[in-house]
């Protein structure tokens, strides 16, 4: 039987230390595919860090039902301004409005006691009359009076001046009371009651004759003067 070579030795030797070797990384790949396991089921536990480490993106990043809120919440910062801004300008409106109408009713009521005095002395004017003085009772008259009176008292001041004389004929008239029946700035009618005592050559006692005058006053150049002149 022929010994054995050192060269059959040193295969045998090298062959059964690669059979170790194999055998030892085939134990020790075993071994490790549970720990990979375990390590590949731990994993997830360890993502939420990295979700949470991850930046806010404000409204991009946020829920659906938070849009809404967000929304709302800027329509707000923009529509008070504006609403504030309407509430100014209506109340400057209103403000203006009511300057106004306080400015108008007080004109008015200035316009009714202008032409109510004015009236009033316009009314003695008419019933305080003299035969002496008939040229100067008619001057007054038609200086006071306007448009369809003037007129009207004009064409019978004649008449009216022949009487006078013809029976030394005077009046005296008491304005008893006043009222402003309705007016605006420019046109104002006046309702008076004015009794006028009158006495002639026939008659020596006075005779008193009581009269309800409506005048109306027109405002010309300044002046209140009558353009109607009625008994009612």
């Keep these: 039987m022929p010994k054995p070579r050192f060269s059959d030795v040193f295969d045998r030797l ?4 690669a059979a170790d ?3 030892r990384a085939t134990d020790d790949a075993v071994e490790a595919a549970p720990e ?13 860090p990295a979700a949470e480490d991850a930046p806010d993106d404000g409204a991009a990043g946020a829920a659906p039902g938070e849009a809404g809120p967000a929304l709302a919440g800027r329509w707000r910062r923009r529509a008070v301004p504006a609403l504030i801004a309407a509430i100014v300008v209506a109340s400057l409106g209103f403000s203006g409005f009511l300057g106004w109408r306080l400015y108008e009713v ?8 202008a032409a109510l005095a004015a009236a009033k002395s316009y009314a003695l ?3 305080t009359l003299d035969s002496k003085s008939i040229d100067d009772n008619y001057t007054q008259a038609i200086d006071g009076a306007t448009g369809e009176f003037k007129e ?10 022949q009487t006078l004389i013809d029976n030394n004929a005077a009046g005296k008239g008491v304005v008893v009371d006043a009222a402003v029946k309705s007016a ?3 046109k104002v009618e006046v309702l008076l009651f004015v009794d006028q005592s009158i006495t002639n050559s026939v008659r020596s006692e006075p005779r008193i004759d009581r009269n309800r005058i409506q005048m109306t006053m027109e405002l010309v150049d300044g002046r ?3 353009s109607q002149v009625e008994l009612v």
């Design 152 to 161: 009207a008292y004009s064409l019978g001041s004649a008449q009216l001046r």
């Design 14 to 17: 090298a062959e059964q230390v």
């Design 184 to 186: 605006t700035k420019a």
């Design 125 to 127: 004017v008419l019933t």
């Design 224 to 226: 209140w003067l009558a």
């Design 106 to 113: 007080h004109a008015t009521a200035a316009a009714g006691e």
């Design 36 to 48: 990979d396991a375990d390590n590949a089921e731990a994993a997830p536990e360890d993502a939420p």
């Design 21 to 23: 070797i194999e055998a």
